[in-house]
C-alpha cells in the first residue's frame, strides 16, 4: 500500500471516528459548560480552568478537585484521590489494547490520553477491529468539546451576578450524586462501598484525625478493602457449602 493510499484511508478512519464521537461531544457540552462556570466560582483563573481541562480531562477527577480545592487541600491528596477515582482507566486500556489494530507504542501512548468512560463505551461496541485513525476521531471530538466549552463556561459564569456565581458551588454536590445514583442501581456492592466510605470519611473529618484530603483518600481505600474483604468470604463460604 503506497503512502497517499494509507493516507486516505487513515483519514477516512479518522471521518468515521468523528462521526461516532459526535455523540460524546454533545453529551459533555453542558458538564463541560458547568465545570467552567464552578472553576470560575471556586477561584480558578480562565487559564488555570483551561488547562485542567486540556491536561487531566478527567470530568468526575476534575469536579473533585474543584472540591477538594475549595477546602483548602493540598496537592499530594488530590493526586492520589484522583488515581484513585481514574484506577479503573488501567482495566479499560488493557481491555483496548486487544481491540485496536497494531501501531507504534509512541501513537497508542498518544491517543490513549483520550480514553474515558464514554469514549472507551463508543469504541468497545464496534464489532470490528479498530484502526488508529476511529480511535483518534472518536477522542479527538470529545477532547475538542470537552476543552471548548470549559472555556465557554468560565467565560459564561464570569458574566453572571457574583451572588449566583457563589451559589452555583451547590451544583458539584448535585453532580456527584448524579454520577452516584445510576452506578448505586445497577450494583448492590456500589451501594455498599458509597456507604461505608461515606461513614468512613465522616468519621475521619468530624474527629478532626485526618485532614479533608487525606480523609478521603483512606476512607475510599478502608471501604474499597472491606467491602472486597466482605466479597471475598461470603464467596469462600458459598464454594465450602455447595462443595459438601
Do not use: C
Not at 23 to 41: D, E, H, N, Q, W
Not at 96 to 112: C, F, G, M, N, P
Not at 159 to 175: D, F, H, K, S
Amino acid at each position: 500500500m503506497d503512502l497517499v493510499t494509507s493516507e486516505r484511508r487513515y483519514f477516512g478512519e479518522f471521518k468515521k471516528g468523528l462521526i461516532a464521537g459526535v455523540s460524546i461531544a454533545i453529551g459533555y457540552v453542558p458538564i463541560a459548560l458547568t465545570f467552567g462556570l464552578l472553576a470560575k466560582t471556586t477561584g480558578l483563573s480562565f487559564w488555570m480552568a483551561v488547562s485542567m481541562s486540556v491536561i487531566v480531562y478527567a470530568g468526575a477527577s476534575q469536579y473533585m478537585s474543584l472540591s477538594l480545592i475549595a477546602f483548602g487541600t493540598g496537592v499530594i491528596e488530590i493526586i492520589l484521590t484522583t488515581l484513585i477515582v481514574n484506577i479503573r482507566h488501567f482495566l479499560m486500556s488493557a481491555s483496548l489494547q486487544e481491540r485496536v489494530a497494531d501501531d507504534r507504542i509512541i501513537v497508542k501512548a498518544a491517543y490513549s490520553f483520550g480514553l474515558t468512560d464514554e469514549s472507551f463505551s463508543v469504541v468497545a461496541t464496534s464489532k470490528e477491529k479498530l484502526s488508529t485513525g476511529y480511535v483518534v476521531g472518536v477522542f479527538f471530538i470529545a477532547y475538542a468539546s470537552w476543552v471548548i466549552f470549559t472555556a465557554i463556561g468560565y467565560v459564561f459564569g464570569a458574566a453572571l451576578p457574583e451572588t449566583l456565581q457563589e451559589g452555583m458551588t451547590v451544583a458539584l454536590y448535585a453532580m456527584f450524586i448524579g454520577l452516584l445514583v445510576p452506578a448505586l442501581k445497577g450494583s448492590v456492592k456500589v451501594f455498599f462501598l458509597a456507604v461505608t466510605a461515606g461513614a468512613f470519611n465522616t468519621i475521619l473529618t468530624m474527629n478532626e484525625i485526618l485532614s479533608t484530603g487525606w480523609s478521603i483518600v483512606t476512607a475510599t481505600l478502608l471501604s474499597a478493602f472491606l467491602i472486597e474483604l466482605v466479597v471475598y468470604l461470603r464467596e469462600k463460604r458459598g464454594k465450602h457449602q455447595n462443595g459438601k
